[in-house]
């Protein structure tokens, strides 16, 4: 329905930041020509499978793809050209970190093909960089964003509030600042504490829940004011500078996930395939390869509702019947339905079923108790 994807995985950064749990370990030298052959057999691998689905999007995720080369970022897209059809208007992003990228390689990325990038810049604020232990100041990451902006048709920014000293009127203050940056497309996170990371094993909280929850409203209502609205949980843009790609995930599209630790899913002879490639990035580079299983029909509603219920238009309930056959209801206590719309979470009606903005700051208690 939505589109065909392909996401590529590149599972190295400088140094690990404490918040984060990504599949991620910090490198500093790359045989890219290995990884290159490493993707691409990867890639092939899916080709016969897929053969007849148009990419619309790309997608370099990680860790930190901008301590990829240039070359090997061409080499991909080729590889991916040279596999698929690939759409005209196709979005290829790659996710970057100020620390490891300067204007040279911006514009390498930009003549290899990417025409999105996504910056993680987490703060504007220097004390709040050096407690997220990132290796980058307010300045370096706002020049960042200005050479990003002059070479790309898109850019987005990446920040995480809800910091344990944050007060609302910090973020507020914040907030305003990176609204001033002109960016159509912002992707606002809540800090969470990861198993895995190190601010989980220092005993680190985020903001409490209620200072949270109207840091979050703030967010909304200054983002909207601003002409960003919000489109998924933590994703806000201008009308039309939505991220083709994450909307994929979303609403049930299908894509590929390429590189280590990283997941798929696709349809191939009316079959829900979930593949995972194995996460040693060093075992995937010498082997790729990984695991895959079929999501039975209810699996595959179960994530679809998940999912579709984090976006701003929620279950649009014919798409949701041509993919799974069945209306959305079927997958959902009925009684607990009644209630969330009753309580004003869930909005319910011919077109699908969405959650209301109080209910989204609840949305995994509220799928906890409503997919069944
Ligand atoms: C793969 S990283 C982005 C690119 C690059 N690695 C970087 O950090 O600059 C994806 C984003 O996830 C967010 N993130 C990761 N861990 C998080 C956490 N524990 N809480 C909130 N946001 C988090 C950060 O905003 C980060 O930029
Ligand atoms: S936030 Fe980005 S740079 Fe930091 S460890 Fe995670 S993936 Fe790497």
């Not at 056959?325 to 309580?343: C, H, I, K, S, V």
Request: proline share 4%; with cysteine; net charge negative.
């Amino acid at each position: 329905m939505t589109g065909f994807g392909i996401y590529i995985h590149w599972p190295f950064c400088r140094s690990k930041c404490p918040y984060c749990d990504f599949v991620s370990l910090p490198a500093k030298d790359f045989d890219f020509d290995a990884w290159a052959k490493a993707y691409a057999a990867n890639l092939k691998a899916y080709v016969r499978r897929t053969a007849n689905k148009t990419v619309t999007s790309i997608f370099f995720g990680g860790g930190t793809p901008s301590l990829m080369s240039g070359e090997l970022i061409y080499s991909v897209i080729e590889t991916i050209r040279n596999f698929w059809k690939v759409s005209d208007n196709v979005e290829i992003s790659a996710e970057v970190n100020p620390c490891s990228i300067d204007r040279e390689k911006m514009t390498a990325f930009q003549k290899a093909g990417i025409n999105r990038l996504s910056v993680g810049v987490q703060s504007l604020n220097d004390k709040e960089l050096k407690f997220l232990g990132r290796l980058h100041t307010a300045e370096q990451a706002l020049n960042t964003l200005k050479t990003a902006q002059n070479i790309f048709p898109r850019v987005s920014a990446d920040f995480i509030y809800a910091l344990p000293d944050q007060s609302l009127s910090d973020w507020k203050n914040e907030l305003s600042a990176i609204l001033n940056l002109n960016l159509k497309h912002l992707s606002l996170y809540q800090l969470t504490i990861e198993e895995g990371s190190f601010f989980y094993k220092k005993g680190i909280s985020p903001a409490e829940d209620e200072l949270a929850a109207d840091m979050f409203e703030l967010t909304d209502r200054m983002t909207y004011q601003a002409g960003l609205e919000r489109y998924e949980v933590s994703n806000h843009a201008v009308a039309g500078h939505e991220c083709k790609h994450n909307l994929l995930y979303w609403h049930g599209g299908e894509w590929i996930g390429i590189g280590p630790a990283a997941h798929g899913r696709f349809t191939e002879n009316g079959r829900f395939q979930a593949t995972a490639q194995s996460n040693a990035p060093l075992k995937w580079l010498q082997c790729p390869s990984g695991e895959e299983t079929v999501l039975t029909p209810k699996e595959k509603a179960q994530e679809l509702i998940f999912m579709a219920l984090r976006t701003r238009e929620g279950i649009d309930r014919n798409a949701f019947v041509s993919i799974i056959g069945e209306p959305p209801e079927n997958f959902m206590d009925a009684g607990t339905l009644q209630d969330y719309q009753t309580d004003g979470f869930l909005v319910c009606d011919n077109r699908g079923i969405r959650a209301t903005a109080s209910g989204i700051m609840i949305l995994n208690a509220l799928c906890r108790t409503l997919i069944v």
